[in-house]
């Protein structure tokens, strides 16, 4: 069945550290993949998306590479701030089904 | 610009009430989703609603039922509540398929329930 996977949190970065949260999927078909981001107290929010394989989503200075090959879109950001502290949550879709899949959630907590 | 609206955002009930959890949108979407939020288990799918008029269980239905009143608003209803399904409960909604470039889930802000 389709899945993701993702590593457990929490994660503790000092500000400007550089993050990755690992996600991993497995599919049936050919999905589109997704970062959510939920800050406190709030739904979730698209932080970024690709649709194939190989395409680079991007926002925020949060970036992820759709990799076929490993079945990953891993979450990476170049310098974290105390803003950026939230649950992140790697999804996927498969083409033609009206269902999104999420993993487990990744915790950040990101310290002056 | 009101998006997806929940009501009511927390709720305590009593092991065997009901009680109905409202979900509306005004983007004109057609799919419409009820989740659920567990520490460490992330959001799990409780029922979707494909366009109006139908509906499909999803990952954990068992305990729920759902309706899809007209194109804007899906309700989830717990007939006889248990403490298991103290959760975060999060309604959803997306455009009709028309391709990849419009696929996204526009949340609602949730809905803190209790089951004592």
């Known amino acids: 069945g389709d899945s993701v996977t993702q590593m457990e949190g929490p994660v503790t970065l000092s500000e400007e550290a550089f993050l990755t949260i690992n996600c991993t999927y497995t599919a049936t078909g050919y999905p589109s993949l997704f970062w959510y981001v939920q800050y406190p107290g709030e739904g979730l929010q698209l932080l970024l998306k690709a649709t194939k394989a190989d395409d680079k989503g991007s926002n925020k200075g949060f970036e992820a590479t759709y990799r076929k090959e490993t079945t990953s879109f891993h979450l990476e950001k170049g310098s974290v701030q105390v803003s950026d502290s939230a649950v992140y949550f790697c999804a996927l879709r498969v083409y033609n089904f009206n269902k999104f899949y999420f993993g487990s959630g990744t915790k950040l907590n990101v310290k002056p | 610009n009101a998006g997806v609206t929940q009501t009511p955002k927390f709720q305590v009930l009593k092991t065997g009430q009901s009680m109905t959890l409202q979900c509306a949108q005004d983007m004109n979407h057609n799919s419409m989703y009820w989740y659920r939020q567990d520490p460490g288990m992330g959001l799990r799918l409780i029922y979707y609603?494909?366009?109006?008029?139908?509906?499909d269980k999803g990952e954990v239905p068992n305990g729920y039922n759902v309706s899809r009143l007209n194109k804007r608003e899906f309700s989830l209803r717990l007939e006889s509540a248990a403490p298991s399904q103290t959760s975060v409960y999060f309604c959803?909604?997306?455009?009709?398929?028309?391709?990849?470039?419009?696929?996204?889930?526009?949340f609602g802000s949730g809905t803190q329930l209790s089951v004592l």
């Open positions: 609603s494909a366009s109006e008029g139908t509906t």
């Open positions: 959803a909604s997306s455009e009709r398929d028309r391709g990849r470039t419009n696929e996204k889930l526009f």
